[in-house]
């Protein structure tokens, strides 16, 4: 399919979107709801970053929940008003804005968190399929990789018909396993948080809490690159207000479920100290029917992720190529399928050896390192220039012309 077709298709989904819904659901709650189904795979789907970043410190973890919630809210709002105010839809033009000729770091650093995520969710799988059907691990990863790939290299079409609709039922499913749990175990989460239990974990202190909310929403801070192209509609900043109030929420949701769902089993070692917490927590209250529920949500989480990933890292580097007008890129249009399987098949490589580490300590370490990066070259940027530059938008004249 030629790309464009696809534009042509996109304009008619749109142009039937808002006679549905009203430009008022593209322009403020469409961009919400691209950032909350893009964050389902690497920020809540297996319970082990809800443990890492919130639960481990029990009661005291609210503080954390309540910082995630302004951290997203505010890096949304800063996001989607700035793209506003310069009318970049894009993150490579956006990034420029901020960190000018610094920005191919980010490309590297989107390519590793990536990676990271394709290996968490594949050891995530791995695990599962072990507990739940008594698949071997290795084996259940390289399964699963394998499915990844032959999708992301013949099926993406498929699965971006029903992306839509599968991202709003993976939303759904994550509250229902919450509010299943915590109606089961209601007495518990009450008792952990009269009795003000944090004993899980080492330092209780506020500030190592809203640390960890902070590495939360930087890590999570990749996936601010699938939203840009949604954003063009978006016309003052009242809307980007809005939206970004809204995605904040949106994205914060879950995890605020998921932890208060836990409270009801702190500080058990089996649930705090599994790979993946959801297993223990749903096996204690719902029996067989919820854990292929769960299994199901999980598969399609990391299908719907890792491919929605890798095309984006395909699309990138063959925009990057069909910029190349010299040498011998010079007739160059783009990657060849050949080019992209090859590419593609590296990335699952890479994936794959890393989720060897194990899903424990590619949360932990992992994704606590990719958070240091993106909160250096993408939020302390946003916060600074950014906030300058959306009230001063001609200090690029001044500034960026003459460095």
């Known amino acids: 399919?030629?790309?464009?077709?696809?534009?042509?298709?996109?304009?008619?989904?749109?142009?039937?979107?808002?006679?549905?819904?009203?430009?008022?659901?593209?322009?403020?709650?469409?961009?919400?709801?691209?950032?909350?189904?893009?964050?389902?795979?690497?920020?809540?789907?297996?319970?082990?970053?809800?443990?890492?970043?919130?639960?481990?410190?029990?009661?005291?973890?609210?503080?954390?929940?309540?910082?995630?919630?302004?951290?997203?809210?505010?890096m949304a709002v800063l996001t989607f008003e700035l793209a506003r105010v310069f009318g970049v839809y894009n993150y490579k033009s956006f990034i420029k804005e901020l960190i000018w000729k610094a920005w191919p770091l980010f490309d590297l650093l989107f390519l590793a968190m990536a990676i990271l995520i394709i290996a968490i969710m594949a050891s995530a799988a791995g695990?599962?399929?072990?507990?739940?059907?008594?698949?071997?691990?290795?084996?259940?990863?390289?399964?699963?990789?394998?499915?990844?790939?032959?999708?992301?290299?013949?099926?993406?079409?498929?699965?971006?018909?029903?992306?839509?609709?599968?991202?709003?039922?993976l939303y759904v499913a994550f509250i229902l396993f919450a509010g299943i749990v915590i109606v089961s175990t209601w007495g518990d989460i009450t008792s952990t948080f009269a009795a003000s239990d944090t004993s899980y974990a080492d330092d209780t202190s506020t500030g190592a809490?809203?640390?960890?909310?902070?590495?939360?929403?930087?890590?999570n801070l990749a996936v601010f690159p699938a939203v840009f192209f949604a954003l063009h509609r978006q016309t003052t900043r009242k809307e980007t207000l809005t939206a970004g109030l809204l995605a904040g929420t949106l994205m914060s949701l879950p995890f605020a479920l998921s932890y208060v769902a836990m409270m009801g089993f702190y500080p058990q070692e089996s649930v705090m100290g599994a790979p993946v917490p959801w297993l223990p927590m749903l096996e204690s209250v719902g029996g067989t029917t919820i854990i292929v529920l769960y299994g199901i949500v999980v598969g399609w989480t990391l299908i719907e992720t890792s491919v929605g990933l890798i095309h984006a890292i395909l699309d990138r580097i063959d925009a990057d190529v069909e910029e190349v007008d010299a040498?011998?890129?010079?007739?160059?249009?783009?990657?060849?399928?050949?080019?992209?399987?090859?590419?593609?098949?590296?990335?699952?490589?890479?994936?794959?050896a890393l989720s060897q580490f194990g899903i424990i300590a590619l949360v932990a370490q992992g994704y606590t390192l990719?958070?240091?990066?993106?909160?250096?070259?993408?939020?302390?940027?946003?916060?600074?220039?950014?906030?300058?530059?959306?009230?001063?938008?001609?200090?690029?004249?001044?500034?960026w012309t003459n460095a």
Do not use: C
């Not at 160059?332 to 080019?339: D, K």
């Not at 939020?379 to 200090?395: E, K, M």
């Open 1 to 74: 399919m030629s790309r464009e077709t696809v534009d042509q298709d996109e304009q008619g989904v749109t142009a039937i979107l808002n006679d549905l819904l009203g430009s008022w659901f593209m322009s403020i709650v469409l961009p919400a709801i691209i950032l909350q189904s893009v964050l389902i795979g690497g920020g809540y789907a297996t319970g082990r970053e809800i443990v890492e970043y919130g639960a481990q410190y029990g009661a005291s973890g609210w503080i954390a929940v309540i910082g995630i919630w302004i951290g997203f809210s505010v």
């Open 127 to 169: 695990e599962i399929m072990e507990e739940t059907l008594g698949v071997p691990y290795l084996a259940g990863i390289v399964a699963i990789i394998a499915v990844v790939g032959v999708l992301a290299y013949y099926g993406a079409w498929l699965i971006e018909e029903f992306k839509t609709i599968g991202s709003a039922g």
């Open 209 to 219: 809490v809203v640390q960890s909310g902070i590495l939360y929403v930087g890590y």
């Open 327 to 352: 040498g011998p890129m010079e007739d160059v249009e783009g990657l060849s399928r050949i080019h992209r399987g090859a590419l593609g098949v590296g990335i699952l490589v890479g994936a794959m």
């Open 370 to 399: 990719m958070a240091y990066f993106f909160i250096a070259l993408f939020a302390i940027p946003l916060l600074t220039v950014g906030v300058y530059r959306i009230f001063n938008p001609d200090w690029k004249v001044e500034f």
